[in-house]
């Protein structure tokens, strides 16, 4: 499809979904420790209807930054999240990993 963004880049999607008129927040890892899923850079963008591509995590951490996405789209008001848990409480709260990560979410505005 023309106009169509690569689906691997939440980049070009965050673009793209912006063109198009809707509100759009966008996640990045800027800080991690220990062990983290996804690498610092990695990029979340999310839509007001609460559409999204890409992670800055997994399991329920990508559920909470996709929660408050939708208060910053609101807002217009930036945060800056922490996820951290214990190596031994890790698996009971559906993280794959003990370490922690920190995301920066943002409204994109023209």
Known sequence: MQNEPNILDP???AETWHEQGRAVALATVIETWGSAPRP???HLVIDGEGDFQG???GGCVEGAVIAE???VITSGTPRLLEFG???ETAWRVG????GRIRVYVERIDG
Request: glycine residues 10%; proline residues 0%.
């Open 55 to 57: 992670s800055v995590s």
């Open 11 to 13: 980049l070009a999607v």
């Open 40 to 42: 610092v850079g990695s």
């Open 69 to 71: 996405a939708a208060d």
């Open 85 to 87: 848990v214990a190596d």
């Open 95 to 98: 993280l794959s990993c003990g």
